[in-house]
C-alpha cells in the first residue's frame, strides 16, 4: 500500500486570514466551520490546510504554488491576485508572451502565476 497526499499544510500567522486570502484567490470556499481566530483552516476543494504557528516565514519557500488561469490572461489574473493583496515580487515575464510573474500571499508565501492554456496554444 503506497501513501497519497492528503493537504499541504502551510503555516500560518493568522491561519483564518490567511486561508480567506486563497480562498478569493481560488475561486475555493473555506470549509463552513472555519472562523476567524480558529487555529486551522481548510480549503478542501484545494487541499489547502492553513495552520496558525508562533513563528513568522524568515526565508524563501521551498515549495511553491504554481497559478494557471482559468478564465482570463495571465496579466488579469496578476492584476487579480494584486487587487486582493498580492504583492509582486519578481517578473519573469517576456515580450513575446512567456514567462511567469511570482507573487507572495498576504504573509509573504511565494507563488508564480503561469500563462493560460488558451495563452500557450495561442
Not at 517576456?94 to 511567469?100: L, P, S
Request: aromatic share 4%.
Amino acid at each position: 500500500m503506497t501513501s497519497k497526499i492528503r493537504h499541504m499544510t502551510i503555516d500560518s500567522a493568522d491561519a483564518y486570514a490567511l486561508a480567506s486570502f486563497w480562498s478569493a484567490a481560488l475561486g475555493e470556499p473555506l470549509q463552513e466551520d472555519d472562523h476567524p481566530g480558529d487555529e486551522e483552516a481548510l480549503i478542501e476543494g484545494a487541499g489547502l490546510l492553513f495552520v496558525t504557528v508562533p513563528e513568522r516565514k524568515t526565508v524563501k519557500n521551498r515549495v511553491h504554488l504554481d497559478l494557471q488561469p482559468q478564465d482570463r490572461t495571465r496579466e488579469e489574473e496578476v492584476d487579480r491576485l494584486l487587487a486582493l493583496g498580492a504583492t509582486l515580487v519578481a517578473d519573469h515575464r517576456r515580450a513575446d508572451g512567456t514567462g511567469w510573474a511570482v507573487l507572495a500571499d498576504p504573509e509573504g508565501n511565494e507563488f508564480c502565476v503561469e500563462r493560460s492554456a488558451a495563452e500557450r496554444a495561442g
